[in-house]
């Protein structure tokens, strides 16, 4: 029991948690793997059928950070259930959808599944007891990723034998599941410690809308053209509202987000880290599920059907819950930044074997063994660092904000590898080789680049390290020469 409750909490109230945590990746694996599939089921181009990923990506950048400020407050338990049976909703709306518009609105309500993770940590650093919080606060975050290697097979499996719509009540039937696991074990509210604040609404809008034109250009600018107007209309005006989003959180006395928290060290490492590495990691995982269902007659495809191509992902889940287990074991004796440092490092070693090696099943799974256990290491470390550095009544916004970061990272990924493959076009409209290999070539050399970016300043926040140390031993009295 921590010991800021006053009532026992339930033995399974870790379980529980990342049960919840894990509609996040049964809902994302309904993604890009069905795209091709839904876009003929439905009638649409597949290029209109991307928009079920652009859709919920964008209610998933509006939502987060919301639902990260509001985690912060007296209702962590109703916020959770709140938001569980609206993404039930939204999986019994695109499960029955008629055509591809309602289906769309079921995708968007789906969206709300990206602010799950930042909840169910607040709920872990409020209630588990404090030897359990880092590990519980790691657990969550890699959950994610851990499911993604489930998720997938299980949805390839289930849309191949039964139809994609049976996957998407599959996917709400889960979801039943864990609003009764919720709803039995995490801890009943109001949470009286926490701080009761009106809410942030200008912020929320702002900082909606900023995201919004942003991922929108960043998600159709392959299709509009980079240099079109629309596009760079959609960047400008993202820019303006973020820019003006950073001057109203900087006033505010209640702020959705506190940038000034942000400026912490550790938090600016783990947010950078966010972003950059997930759009340079992205690129070559959004190659992956492409290798896999193309034909050999396009001189790098594998020509799994359907029903095998999401066991590709499988060695990501193994190796990303192998890496949280292992950090688990060592992260009393290892600092933090260490592991972020060895995480990314391992994704850096798994882009370039991916990028050098491709053409064999086996040669793609090893790689994806090592991106798991990488992004298993840095997702861990990530928001460890953060909880130590930023206050209780401010985690659930700092800890979305990383999820964000995430997200629109992997979306610049998504869309540099939209845009190289369109470039790279057969006469049979699939990427040629050389489209890959050069995808495949900007995610090595990216994530190499962040790798070297944090050696550089775990090296130079080692050697401050010692100049501390040393000073702070001669300014002491019995050292002091005078």
Known sequence: MNPQNSRPIHPRLLSALIFAALTTAIVSSLGMLLVPTISHEMGVEVSTGQWMLT???LVGAIST???GRLSDGPHKKRLLLYSLTLILAGSIVAATAPNFSVFLAGRALQGLTYGIVPVTIALAR????DNQVRFGISSLSVTVMTGLGAGYPLTGILANLFGFRFAFWFAALFLVTAIVVVWRVVPNGPDNQAPRVQFDALGALLVGMG???????????????WWSPWTIGFLFGSIAILAAWCIVELRASHPLINLRALRHSDVLIANSTAISLGAAMYVGLS?????AQAPVSAGYGIALPLFWAGFVMLPLSIGSFGANRLVRVVSHRIRLRTLLLVGAGLVAVSSLLMW?????????????FGFGAGMGMTYAAMPALIARSVADTALGSAVSFNQLLRSVGGAFGSAIAGTVLAAQLSPDSLPTGDGINMALAISAIGCTMVFSALVVNYLASRAQERTTTVVNIASTPERRSW
């Open 356 to 368: 050098s090696v491709h053409a064999e099943l086996w040669e793609i799974l090893v790689g994806m």
């Open 55 to 57: 859709v919920n990506l």
């Open 211 to 225: 995201l919004s034109c942003l991922l929108v250009a960043i998600s159709e600018g392959s299709r509009w053209g």
């Open 126 to 129: 409020r209630y588990l007891a």
């Open 65 to 67: 950070p919301i639902m």
């Open 287 to 291: 190659i992956v599920s492409l290798i």
